[in-house]
């Protein structure tokens, strides 16, 4: 640890040193620039003028800056470091704490789960059927024969059911998915929120025989107490208590047997399938995010969560870098009991923060657990950049007066560049500026090719509209506000990082915590408290002048240019070189009607081709068949064919209403 501090030190003082040395060229760059003006062909008069004002313009800046240089030595001699340099060193931790977290978990490998012989037997049904079923497409498809969804929609409790009956895979993708609002509609996704409840609990001996299959030891020999009724059951793995041998209480996660070998399976497949959702297209420029990067996003956070070292290394992370002499802390990681398929921590001997009674019992006060919470939150957003990306009251515990946070399984990252266009956007909210809210969401999202910066701003507009009453920081919901950003840039073609989506998400959590916990903290005064202490350290007057100053004598050179470039443009006109170019705007949504209604021809075209083709291939006798004497094939190019048109004709019949 001693050594991570060391280069901590050593990079910040370089990062200081490089500060004030890039002030300095900024500061001769500037002197420069208005010592060298532009030699350009205006008539003698306004050359003069605007010669005589720029050097006006110049001892007026470099008085200011002096001025400022002198306060600043002043400031830095009597104070220490200037806010700047705090800025800068702010950056660097964050840069170098997402990086050390990195890698703590870089090299885990997946290896082969260890059967022993009582796991074999525990496992005989599983085994015997996961032998017999090799074709996973056929379990699929008879799963989606059941549901039988074009006929009545996919609707939200459709969805969910069927990735319930099409399991793991699908249930751990639809949890996902139910924190992603910026894919699905919000219906959609508190539906899905469901899969998380009511998950079918491991045999305990099953559990126990998976512990001693990790360990190599038994269970005696590792606890003293074990108990089989879990505490919490989940579609990965499930948690139970326990007392080692040395009096240590801790909890230890199980994962199911045979899960990853299943999803491993279902991953594989849905990556054949994905390009085909993606009509051959995926690797080229689109609005939307491709089905192949959505399916290769799930698949990397469900693998991080199938190796519970990761976990592991989240938890001990926090505890010795986020969390250390803060108000809030975290179990002990149990390093010897902690592998792949199991991880021990040590047990948290108190209550969740939704238990207001026993809180009281416990002598803990509400409004001071609620303030540590938010204030450890907004410490690992803003000054960490690494923070709890499931903070909801089942992963916030108190013991002894002090909240634990539990469960690091999902942990969210955010750049100090996202942090500061959130400020653009805050502050232009707070003067009505569109342009500076429009270069914040533009910077934090990626925009596609239906992107209309100008349409963006009218929008904008309409948004401050909606906050003209506000007039500070503490009157704006921030929760709320980051919501309708992400709605915002989804209507322009805008889509948004999933680290900034899952802040989001995050933020929305932690609201409903406090909500419940302690009503009456003002959680927007606290959450503007924190971002104005960050815009006033990363503030600097000095820099501000020279953008000014710069911005200004620019300006001025574009000015004396101005007879010039009439009497080129006016000479073009003469010499009939002046060409005009036009773009038409506004007739987006009609090219996009006419493109889902050109689609739904060609699905009712395919769908009669393949209806067609079934009632053909259903006079021929390819084998298999039916009991009633059918083909196989020709049933199935019905259905698919029948399906089509069906969906298809929804389709024209909800757009002519």
């Not at 949890?175 to 998380?196: A, F, G, H, V, W």
């Not at 976990?311 to 792949?340: H, M, Q, S, Y």
């Not at 053909?616 to 698919?640: C, D, H, K, S």
């Amino acid at each position: 640890m001693s050594k991570k501090k060391t280069q901590i030190e050593e990079a910040r003082e370089q990062k200081e040193m490089n500060t004030q040395e890039k002030a300095q060229e900024e500061t001769k760059s500037t002197q420069n620039l208005a010592d060298q003006p532009e030699d350009i062909s205006v008539p003698g008069e306004i050359k003069d003028k605007g010669n005589n004002w720029m050097e006006e313009l110049k001892q007026q800046i470099n008085d200011g800056i002096d001025s400022i240089s002198g306060k600043k030595k002043t400031a830095a001699s009597e104070e220490g470091a200037p806010d700047q340099a705090e800025a800068a060193e702010t950056a660097l931790n964050k840069d170098l704490l997402q990086k050390e977290l990195a890698d703590s978990k870089a090299g885990l490998t997946h290896t082969p789960m260890t059967m022993t012989p009582d796991l074999e037997k525990l496992l005989a049904d599983e085994l015997k059927e996961e032998k017999k079923n090799t074709k996973r497409s056929a379990q699929m498809i008879s799963v989606l024969a059941k549901h039988n969804f074009y006929a009545n929609g996919l609707t939200p409790v459709e969805l969910r059911t069927t990735l319930e009956d099409l399991g793991p895979t699908y249930v751990k993708i639809g949890q996902i998915m139910s924190s992603r609002t910026d894919l699905l509609p919000e219906n959609y996704c508190k539906e899905l929120e469901t899969l998380r409840q009511n998950v079918k609990e491991l045999d305990p001996q099953i559990a126990r025989a998976v512990i001693e299959a990790e360990t190599g030891k038994k269970i005696d020999e590792i606890y003293s107490e074990f108990r089989d009724e879990p505490i919490g059951s989940a579609s990965i793995g499930q948690v139970h208590y326990g007392v080692l041998k040395d009096g240590t209480k801790v909890v230890t996660k199980v994962q199911r047997p045979l899960i990853a070998e299943m999803m491993a399976k279902d991953f594989e497949l849905l990556g054949k399938l994905a390009p085909l959702l993606d009509g051959g297209n995926a690797d080229q420029d689109s609005d939307a995010m491709s089905f192949a990067a959505i399916i290769k996003e799930f698949e990397k956070v469900t693998w991080e969560e199938l190796d519970f070292r990761v976990e592991a290394a989240n938890t001990k992370f926090f505890k010795d870098r986020i969390l250390a002499g803060g108000p809030t802390t975290c179990p002990t990681v149990i390093d010897d009991l902690t592998t792949e398929r199991i991880f021990t921590m040590t047990f948290v001997e108190g209550c969740s923060v939704s238990k207001k009674e026993k809180l009281a019992q416990q002598g803990t006060d509400p409004m001071q657990a609620g303030r540590d919470i938010l204030e450890s939150y907004l410490q690992q957003v803003f000054d960490a950049g690494i923070f709890h990306a499931d903070p909801h009251q089942g992963n916030i515990m108190v013991s002894g007066g002090k909240v634990h946070w539990i469960d690091f399984g999902m942990v969210g990252e955010i750049t100090e560049a996202d942090i500061t266009s959130l400020e653009k956007i805050v502050v232009g909210l707070l003067r009505s500026d569109t342009d500076s809210m429009a270069d914040g969401v533009l910077a934090i999202g990626s925009s596609g090719a239906g992107c209309d910066r100008n349409k963006l701003k009218d929008d904008l507009e309409l948004f401050c509209a909606k906050y003209m009453s506000v007039s500070s920081l503490s009157d704006i919901d921030f929760s709320a506000l980051l919501g309708e950003v992400v709605d915002l840039a989804s209507k322009h073609h805008i889509t948004m990082p999933g680290r900034f989506t899952m802040l989001v998400r995050s933020f929305l959590t932690i609201e409903g915590v406090m909500e419940q916990l302690c009503p009456e903290l003002d959680l927007f005064e606290v959450i503007s408290n924190k971002l104005m202490d960050r815009m006033k350290k990363s503030f600097s007057l000095e820099k501000e002048i020279l953008n000014l100053g710069q911005g200004v004598l620019d300006v001025s050179k574009k000015v004396t240019r101005i007879p010039q470039l009439l009497a080129d443009s006016l000479s073009d006109i003469i010499k009939g070189r002046l060409k005009i170019n036009l773009e038409l705007t506004g007739y987006e949504e009609l090219i996009n009607e006419l493109g889902a209604k050109i689609n739904d021809i060609i699905l009712v075209i395919i769908g009669c081709a393949l209806f067609s083709s079934g009632c053909r291939l259903a006079a021929t006798q390819i084998r298999p068949v039916l009991p009633n004497g059918m083909p196989l094939i020709a049933l199935v190019v019905l259905m698919i064919g029948a399906s089509m048109l069906i969906y298809a004709l929804k389709r024209i019949l909800k757009k002519k209403k």
